[in-house]
């Protein structure tokens, strides 16, 4: 079965500051990739996914982008960290009729 | 669009209580329905699934039963523990679109 690693666990970052969470995925070709974020207290918020290398789609305007260099990497990152960024940030992988599968998360204050 | 409710929180039984989530979906297509497991601090984990109607997911005690005629996937579990203590998120997707979430129910089981 797959394995979804996510680095760091923790993370504080002043504002303004830039922003890498890398998400790789073992166990699996293909996958489709996910990043959600979950405020504190709230549900879950898609923010981007992925069907292949280099294909990215966007689900809400903000400060963050997501890029996926290689088949079961899947990187978000920020140019420049606001307050409202903080929150608990999770990738995801699904391939073919399999349900979705999550990483342990990262927490991400910012400060 | 598609989405997903599920009752507000927080739930709090004492252990051996009988435990109802309520969920619903909108009824578009033919979607595949979930219920994931959060713990305190970590990612979410699958608890269970149904693919079609009528079809019955169970897991660690836990049953859904996915109801077309009311398109319901209500979550229950008949006797809880300590340990159950967590947040409990409803799920839906339709081919290869991503999961949609319900808000998430907060369960807290007291001894």
């Known amino acids: 079965s797959q394995t979804i690693h996510q680095w760091p666990a923790t993370l504080v970052q002043p504002v303004g500051s830039p922003l890498s969470l890398e998400c790789t995925v073992e166990?699996?070709?293909?996958?489709?990739l996910y990043w959600y974020r979950q405020a504190a207290g709230r549900g879950l918020q898609l923010l981007f996914y992925s069907v292949g290398i280099g294909q990215i789609s966007s689900e809400v305007p903000q400060n963050l982008s997501a890029s996926r260099p290689q088949d079961r990497q899947f990187i978000l990152s920020s140019k420049k960290l606001l307050l409202s960024d903080s929150g608990f940030y999770l990738c995801?992988?699904?391939?073919?009729?399999?349900?979705?599968?999550f990483g342990d998360g990262t927490r991400l204050s910012i400060l | 669009g598609d989405s997903v409710t599920q009752m507000e929180g927080p739930v709090t039984l004492s252990e051996e209580a009988f435990l109802t989530i309520n969920c619903t979906y909108t009824a578009t297509g033919y979607p595949s329905l979930f219920w994931y497991v959060q713990y305190p601090g970590e990612g979410l984990q699958l608890l269970l699934k149904?693919?079609?109607?009528?079809d019955k997911g169970s897991n660690k005690g836990f049953e859904a039963t996915y109801r077309k005629e009311t398109t319901s996937f209500h979550l229950e579990k008949g006797s809880v523990q300590v340990s159950d203590s967590a947040v409990y998120f409803c799920a839906r997707t339709s081919g290869n679109t991503p999961l949609v979430f319900g808000k998430g129910t907060r369960l807290s089981v007291i001894a």
């Open positions: 149904a693919t079609k109607a009528d």
């Open positions: 995801a992988s699904r391939t073919g009729d399999q349900p979705q599968h």
């Open positions: 166990g699996t070709s293909n996958p489709n």
